[in-house]
């Protein structure tokens, strides 16, 4: 920061402003460690209590939360803000897509054959230079010669605005995601006495703020008071071990670091630029990779948005961007179901787009060559060569012209805009997706382990039978029926060992329920002691926070809780709570009938969990032990050998705590249950309570065959005699597993990695997993879709996830599903459509210029048609709405091809009733409407009807067609359901009077010639005949058509991890270069319409041989193995490439 030292920010820095240190003097103290900061804050400040009283706050009541106050701080300390990276101008983003490969070529060729065109050679208008059909020129023509160029540039220039102002757009989506998660991100402060929850940027330097188990430090602090305090500093130091925070040995806690156990209160000294990670971040210039490693608030959003920008530096965007994957170690998530069969279906397309492109230039060459110099026997003449050149870059660019084409050019917007509306309408399905392509792969899964608290559940809970006294009560006793003494024990136990943030507040509305704020487990004990009418708050003012001796907290392997509190008398007492029955095992001694303790023998303890606990536990209900034990005050018994403290207990009573199942989870269950979706259910919970639950769900029926299994038990029986977990093993366990109880994290995380590398299922299995704990972080980043608990779960578990589910409910999963489904199947509908204006457009224009030198559908028709049609199809066929219908079938699954043999059925079957009918009209048209042949025409003759009806139907026939795309599984109604989508209806309105405007007013520039009122019927008329003819090929079946094969089908070979090795160091969430992946087809999309624009000048050179022979790539591309029965010259092609050998598809390392 030497830079600083002459600026008036820094001399404004050294000022205190009224306070008793400086942002400097707060900004060097946060930069030491341990003990050396504990002697600094001694020293300097007179201890922690010094620290507050100079930062003008209060250790116990906090700022008073007056305005001028708060100003102030801000203005002196700085907000809690890291500035944002500055997006990219426009202009940066305008220059990134210039670097498309194919663009350059395109450029190159553009400024070859704009130079060639004002060269005007000696013997320029020689005859004996000779001319080529492909391209015969008059006056006319030689003047307009730099037209082509001119149109090339042109359309490199629109291509390149729109893919600017796409990724400008999406930037700016992606920045308006990221505030809105941002604000979401909530932080409890204490001011004015008062625990509040506070935006994460409202945190000013000298508040006092709560830390607890789970949370995502927002600012540094100096801790106050801690119990347990564990933190992960490994986003700021590396070290991966949790460092253990107390006020007397480490007392610094800094931004970014995530709390993974205890509790406690730190006094805020540093936010936003001038905390430790903000000043990391201002070092390294919030640059791009530096979005992704920015801790603070910034969630993944940012570093995708970044990576998303980078667009394609390849011409076939594939093959070496997965190349670029593999260098960069096998990314930690799989592709996505859909991405990895369109990026393969893109690369055999591309494969055949070069073949193709390739070929149409040898055969321009060889047909120019051999009509010049063999058949007319001309000399290669100096004066001439220039004019060959020229003629050699029309081929050229009549070459690259193919290649571009050969892409259906709306699939990539297809892919985005249905992305894009899915994830928008999700969110109001409570569904808040944070990775695009979580929402496709939703679609595929296959199995959803899921919590149960909260999830399944309603995560309120209620005390609804304890055993207390020697008696079992089925409902809550009368307080009187309990003696006072074990009432007293009972009482504080609860008050003081629960985290003091636990509280229940008065209802929001009167006769509402009570409100329960923090861990809902302790919620539900502090209602039982309302209930025993006592009051918790006084006993926690007796012994307020900074009074307890020494905490336990809960964590995973603990299973429970205890507080030890020093006793007027000098002795202390520890209070204990925790499942039954682990605390149980731990209990020697149990209070009776007046309170007073009685031995406690291990067959009393069996005879309790068979009367007590399973009953309890049957009817669905978790079990928590109450316990306490006393220890003599000299000698002080050594805190730190956990063993021997928690042990020789008393216990008070058992409490069974109810958490009714959510209302509308069991249709839920039954529904993904439907649609092949297996429900498991993973809990920490006691095997008779979460089997009750799991029946109640619906997960399992009774008289089924299936496990319900501890993890203790699941553990013994996936692992060997080294203890090492073996994937056979698991094999055995996991197709009948249904409820996985008292189960730690880590089983959570074998089990989801268990069943996504099983191979012994034929479909590799797509696993969602919900978590709302920061233990369950492993679990969210292993899965196929991680969903994280927007209510109830920590930032830690939110930054691990895919989706967050804002109503915490699991009915919401079940919405993503459908979402999903939708997603993949608007991609398919959207397919069949374009390949069917693909083979059509590229036959006609091949045959009709083979034939008559001159394409039937001119330059700009067939731009119309493509670009116009492909991006309002693309509008159209992407914004279906989701049906109930999507649910009623089973998972695709990564083999399923993307083109099935249906949809191969319906694309071929139209193709040959179009082509059926244009050719009808192009070599008959005349006879059949009695007007002149506008075959053969001479090179300038003014637009012909014969052409313009050829033109009309072609488009009519699309436009019905269109109607047809909209079911692809071969059902009969093509318009069910078609009015709840008013954007299709208005796009098929629309383009029909544009092609009126079109056809009546287009003239020369449109090649039309303006149709009367019978003409148009009959146009229209064979455009009808699309529907009737869609009800023909639906009720051919397909069993009849064997040699229907499939496309984008993703073979064993291209599912097989890449790199295993590097799983387990590779615990990083790679989601953005996910992100990146997906993007791909959006640029290499996006660069596809230059060629659209590209295709007008190919045309006009008259050379439209070539055109169609580019159309007929992208087909042969597009249906690779689809189209062998179109043309005999493509057979060998497109076996060729259906042999699933492309290296761009296959996955970047399985999960």
């Not at 005050?633 to 063993?643: A, L, M, R, T, V």
């Not at 989870?665 to 089997?691: F, H, L, S, W, Y």
């Not at 089973?890 to 099935?900: A, D, E, F, V």
């Amino acid at each position: 920061m030497g830079d600083m030292r002459n600026s008036d920010f820094y001399a404004k820095n050294q000022r205190n402003e009224g306070f008793g240190c400086s942002l400097m003097e707060l900004r060097g103290l946060m930069e030491l460690r341990g003990s050396e900061a504990v002697v600094k804050i001694q020293e300097e400040y007179g201890a922690i209590e010094g620290l507050c009283h100079r930062l003008k706050t209060s250790q116990t009541e906090g700022l008073t939360g007056d305005e001028v106050d708060l100003t102030k701080r801000r203005e002196v300390f700085g907000k809690n803000l890291i500035p944002p990276k500055k997006p990219k101008t426009f202009i940066e983003l305008v220059w990134e897509a210039l670097q498309d490969v194919t663009l350059i070529i395109l450029e190159i060729a553009a400024i070859i054959s704009l130079g060639l065109s004002f060269y005007r050679p000696p013997g320029g208008n020689n005859q004996s230079c000779g001319t080529a059909n492909a391209g015969a020129e008059d006056e006319g023509e030689a003047e307009a010669g730099w037209i082509e160029g001119a149109a090339i540039l042109l359309s490199v220039v629109c291509v390149v605005l729109v893919t600017a102002f796409n990724d400008w757009s999406k930037e700016k989506q992606f920045r308006g995601l990221q505030s809105r998660i941002e604000q979401e991100q909530k932080f409890q402060v204490v001011r004015g006495g008062q625990v509040i929850q506070l935006p994460v940027a409202d945190i000013v330097v000298g508040d006092i703020a709560q830390v607890k188990y789970g949370d995502l430090l927002p600012a540094d602090g100096v801790l106050i008071q801690g119990n347990d305090l564990k933190i992960d500093e490994s986003s700021l130091t590396g070290e991966s071990d949790h460092v253990r925070k107390s006020a007397d040995k480490d007392p610094m806690l800094l931004s970014g670091t995530h709390v993974m156990e205890g509790s406690g209160r730190m006094v805020v000294t540093a936010v936003g630029v001038n905390s430790q990670s903000g000043i990391i971040f201002t070092l390294l210039g919030a640059g791009g990779e530096e979005e992704e490693k920015k801790e603070k608030k910034v969630k993944k959003q940012d570093g995708a948005a970044a990576m998303e920008m980078q667009p394609l530096k390849s011409a076939e965007g594939g093959e070496t961007d997965d190349k670029e994957k593999k260098k960069s170690g096998g990314s930690k998530k799989e592709k996505s179901v859909l991405q990895g069969k369109l990026t393969k279906l893109a690369v055999q397309i591309g494969k055949a787009g070069l073949g193709m492109s390739a070929l149409t230039v040898i055969i321009l060459v060889l047909y120019f060559a051999i009509d010049n110099f063999v058949l007319q026997k001309r000399q290669w003449l100096p004066e001439c060569t220039p004019i060959y050149i020229q003629y050699f870059v029309k081929f050229f660019i009549i070459g690259v012209t193919v290649l571009v084409v050969a892409v259906p050019e709306g699939l990539p917007l297809a892919v985005t805009i249905s992305l894009a509306y899915s994830v928008k309408k999700m969110m109001k399905d409570n569904n808040l997706v944070r990775h695009l392509d979580a929402c496709e792969t939703m679609g595929n899964a296959t199995a959803i382990c899921s919590d149960k608290t909260g999830t399944l559940t309603t995560n309120r809970m209620t005390a609804v039978q304890c055993y207390v006294g020697d008696i079992h009560y089925k409902v809550i006793p009368d307080p009187s029926s309990i003696p006072p003494k074990t009432l007293d024990f009972l009482v504080n136990s609860i008050s003081i060992n629960s985290a003091y943030t636990s509280k229940i507040l008065p209802p929001d509305k009167d006769g509402g329920l009570p409100k329960q704020v923090g861990n809902k487990t302790e919620c539900g004990l502090l209602g039982l002691i309302i209930d025993l009418k006592r009051d918790y708050q006084t006993i926690r003012n007796q012994i307020p926070e900074e009074k307890l001796y020494k905490v336990y907290t809960f964590n995973s392997v603990r299973k429970s809780m205890s507080t030890v509190i020093k006793l007027p008398d000098g002795n202390f007492r520890m209070y204990s709570k925790g499942a039954s029955e682990i605390i149980l095992k731990k209990c020697n001694r149990i209070l009776n009938e007046v309170g007073e303790p009685r031995v406690f023998r291990p067959r009393d303890r069996d005879e309790m969990v068979k009367k007590v606990i399973e009953p309890m536990a049957s009817d669905g209900l978790r079990t928590i032990c109450v316990a306490y034990r006393d220890f003599p005050g000299n000698p002080e018994p050594n805190w730190e050998d956990e063993n021997n403290i928690l042990t020789d207990l008393t216990a008070i009573c058992v409490v069974g705590i109810e958490d009714p199942v959510r209302p509308e989870v069991p249709e839920a269950i039954r529904k993904c249950q439907r649609a092949g979706i297996t429900v498991r259910m993973v809990t920490g919970d006691n095997i008779n309570t979460a089997r009750a639950i799991a029946i109640k769900c619906g997960i399992i029926h009774p008289g089924e065959d299936f496990l319900c299994i501890e993890g203790k038990e699941f553990n013994r029986r996936i692992r060997n005699e080294k203890g090492e977990v073996e994937q056979e093993r698991i094999d055995k366990v996991w197709p009948k597993l249904r409820v996985l109880a008292r189960s730690s994290p880590t089983d959570k995380h074998t089990l989801v990695k268990g069943i996504i590398d099983s191979t012994m299922v034929e479909q590799r299995q797509v696993v969602a997993v919900t978590g709302d704990g920061t233990n369950d972080g492993p679990a969210l980043k292993k899965a196929d879709v991680g969903f994280a608990m927007g209510i109830a779960g920590t930032d830690v578990a939110k930054e691990a996830s895919d989706i967050i589910l804002t109503d915490d409910n699991f009915s919401s999963i079940v919405k993503a599903v459908m979402w999903g489904r939708n997603v993949y199947d608007s991609i398919s509908k959207f397919l069949q459509f374009q390949l069917t204006v693909n083979v059509v457009a590229v036959i006609v224009a091949f045959t009709g210029a083979c034939i008559t030198q001159d394409s039937p559908l001119k330059a700009v028709q067939m731009l119309w048609v493509n670009l116009i049609m492909d991006t309002f199809a693309s509008l159209a066929l992407a914004t279906e709405p989701p049906t109930e219908s999507l649910l009623m079938r089973k998972p695709y699954g990564r083999n399923k091809p993307l083109i099935s043999s249906t949809m191969t059925k319906n694309i071929l079957g139209h193709a040959v009733y179009q082509l059926v009918i244009i050719f009808t009209l192009l070599f008959v048209g005349e006879r059949l409407f009695d007007i002149d042949s506008g075959r053969n025409a001479p090179l300038h003759a003014p637009p012909s009807e014969h052409y313009t009806i050829i033109f009309n139907t072609f488009v009519m026939m699309q436009l019905f067609n269109e109607i047809n795309a909209r079911k692809i599984h071969g059902e009969r109604n093509v318009f069910e359901g078609i009015y709840r989508n008013p954007i299709f209806c208005s796009i098929v309105l629309g383009t029909f009077g544009i092609q009126i405007v079109i056809v009546q007013f287009g003239g020369k520039p449109f090649s039309c010639s303006p149709l009367d009122a019978e003409k148009w019927m009959w146009c229209v008329f064979l455009g009808l005949g699309e529907l009737v003819w869609g009800q023909v090929i639906s009720s051919i079946p397909n069993n009849k058509l064997r040699f229907l094969k499939a496309a984008g089908q993703l073979s064993q070979k291209d599912d097989m991890p890449e790199e295993e090795l590097n799983e387990d160091q590779e615990e990083i969430d790679h989601a953005e270069r996910e992100l990146r992946r997906g993007q791909i087809l959006w640029f290499r999309g996006l660069s596809r319409i230059q060629t659209q624009i590209e295709v007008v000048n190919t045309f006009k050179s008259g050379t439209s041989f070539q055109g169609s022979l580019r159309r007929q790539s992208s087909t042969t591309s597009q249906n690779q193995d689809v189209t062998n029965v179109s043309s005999p010259s493509h057979l060998s092609l497109s076996n060729a490439l259906s042999s699933p050998t492309s290296t761009a598809a296959v996955p970047a390392g399985q999960c």
